[in-house]
């Protein structure tokens, strides 16, 4: 008999940005009915309060405003930007505008929504790159604000252990965890909000044992994303589809620590790259999300000179006007990781040595195995034939002509920038359609249970006339994690893959969640009010 008993219409598992965007929505369309959030950990907002992204809002009010095609029916991305600026109002119109999206000055779309870099109360942060996120953490807050507003509860160190059925096996209860002891929540229906596994490394690992082959990989991945719900999900019958789960890690790079020096690993002028043994390697670009890495921990070396240079192009790299000023400090940002590097603090830095010798022996390196890299790569230099250029994470091999900037080094001191991969987020797990209605094991649904985002594997029917599943071919890559789009739902329906073959029937699969797919969780709210209504 657990401690506390509560009844509510409808409860929410997870209070990360579907979750709450389903509650929010729903207790919207259903005045008088209890909504009751059930979150895990001690604060809101789960991955998304990380999440940059998306920059791929299509078709919303703002957009037509500016000239924009409407849709029929109106893509969920943009019924979703209009659910959060209806949300936002002033401050929507403070931190949004319609015009072209530039984002981490690679992707441009025109009349795309501009995104703040954070909101106010995060400007100012010495590193942006980590959370919180730009659109993340003002969905999170928004939601926050309104669930208050709408007296929707939000229970916090709340963990859902088991889902509690009736006589006729129709899920209608949870039973949960908490500070007093244990919860049980009795529903109508059910949303299941709950995120990725990516704080699991032995189940990424056995899904995929090449990424995770236990090289160190920095963790982005809020504690509580274990992926516990799934399990909790399965016992109760639902289908679980991992064969099409994916996973988000990219590197390497030097993340998380000096942006400034992050971005000047990045410019053309930082070419000489080696493995932990000192072995020159081909320069790596960044991997895509979820790819083996060919090398993973790398060193870039660098001269002063070359450092010089690399803080000169960065800027240039940089489309972020306070970005660029950050560059700026970069002298300081560097003395300030050799410092830590020099108290040998946990971890790898950035390391600086009078001679290439003394860095090997500093790195736990071959001296001769490093002089010999250095060497190799000071003469290519000279020949103009070298292995310098920027390429993909197999690296492109020898380039005939060494890029301009591509200097020998040569200046002491010498310096060894350490990168690495990091780790984000999972996407895939419980299988639901695309009414995110929770399909069972058989494929039949179950009634008054749904879920979206990470937690979740949509399937799409496949009706043999279209390649990528009902909502039509491949979609936009979404933010930078590249989690958006592709879902088999269509261009603004989650992320993964285009849709590949489901487990049961006439179904394609492709993985759920991702900063682009929040307009399924106002899908989920509106096929909830009906079923709720109908009830
Ligand atoms: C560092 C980082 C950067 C990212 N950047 C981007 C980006 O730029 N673009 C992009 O598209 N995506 C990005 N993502 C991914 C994106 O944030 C997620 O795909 C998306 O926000 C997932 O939302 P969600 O609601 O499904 O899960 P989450 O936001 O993770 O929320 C799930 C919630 O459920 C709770 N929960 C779990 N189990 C239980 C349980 N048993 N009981 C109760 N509660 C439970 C969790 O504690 C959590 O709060 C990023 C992710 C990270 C970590």
Not at 73 to 102: C, M, N, R, T
Request: charged share 25%; aromatic share 8%; glycine share 14%.
């Amino acid at each position: 008999m657990a401690a506390k008993t509560m009844d509510c219409d409808l409860v929410v598992i997870g209070a990360g940005g579907y979750g709450m965007v389903c509650a929010v929505k729903a207790a919207d369309l259903l005045p008088g009915k209890k909504v009751i959030v059930l979150e895990k950990a001690k604060k809101p907002g789960g991955a998304t309060i990380f999440g940059h992204g998306p920059n791929n809002i299509y078709d919303s009010t703002w957009q037509r405003n500016a000239g924009t095609e409407p849709q029929v029916p109106q893509d969920p991305s943009g019924v979703f930007f209009d659910f959060l600026v209806s949300k936002g109002e002033a401050d929507a119109k403070k931190y949004f505008e319609v015009g072209e999206v530039i984002f981490m000055g690679s992707m441009t779309q025109k009349i795309g929504i501009n995104m703040p870099r954070r909101i106010d109360k995060y400007k100012g942060l010495d590193d942006p790159s980590i959370g919180p996120g730009w659109w993340g953490s003002y969905i999170v807050d928004k939601m926050m604000e309104c669930c208050k507003k709408m007296n929707v509860p939000v229970l916090t160190e709340t963990r859902v252990k088991k889902f509690l059925k009736d006589s006729s096996g129709k899920v209608t209860g949870v039973l949960a965890d908490t500070k007093d002891g244990e919860l049980q929540v009795n529903f109508k229906a059910c949303y299941v909000g709950a995120g990725g596994f990516g704080a699991n490394y032995k189940k990424c690992q056995e899904l995929w044992p090449k990424v995770y082959n236990n090289t160190p990989m920095h963790n982005l991945v809020p504690p509580s994303l274990t992926g516990d719900l799934i399990d909790v999900a399965q016992e109760a019958g639902t289908g679980i589809d991992l064969k099409n789960a994916g996973c988000n890690t990219q590197g390497p790079y030097h993340h998380p620590y000096s942006y400034t020096i992050h971005i000047m690993t990045k410019t053309d002028a930082m070419v000489l790259q080696v493995n932990p043994e000192g072995e020159r390697i081909p320069t790596q670009g960044f991997s895509a999300p979820g790819r083996e890495f060919a090398n993973p921990l790398v060193y870039s070396i660098a001269d002063q000179d070359i450092l010089e240079k690399a803080a000169e192009l960065a800027p240039k790299q940089i489309s972020e006007p306070d970005d660029k000023e950050r560059v700026k400090k970069w002298r300081e940002d560097l003395a300030e990781e050799v410092a830590v590097d020099e108290k040998r603090r946990y971890g790898r830095h950035t390391t600086k040595a009078d001679t290439i010798v003394d860095l090997a022996l500093k790195l736990g390196m071959d001296p001769n195995v490093l002089l010999a890299s250095v060497e190799k790569y000071n003469k290519e230099c000279e020949s103009g034939k070298s292995q310098g250029t920027m390429a993909g994470d197999q690296g492109r091999g020898i380039a005939e002509t060494p890029n301009k900037s591509q200097m020998p080094v040569k200046k002491s001191p010498f310096y060894a920038i350490f990168l690495q991969p990091f780790r984000q987020c999972t996407h895939g797990g419980m299988i639901v359609n695309v009414n995110q209605e929770v399909l069972d094991a058989k494929g039949n649904v179950m009634p008054g249970l749904y879920a979206g985002g990470d937690c979740t594997t949509e399937y799409t029917v496949n009706t043999g006339s279209q390649t990528g599943g009902q909502g039509g071919p491949q979609g936009m890559q979404g933010g930078r994690g590249g989690q958006g789009g592709q879902g088999a739902g269509g261009r603004s329906g989650g992320g993964g893959r285009r849709g590949s073959p489901g487990i049961f029937g006439d179904y394609l699969a492709g993985q759920g969640g991702g900063m682009m797919g929040f307009g399924k969780a106002i899908t989920a709210a509106i096929k909830i009010a009906d079923y709720l209504n109908k009830a």
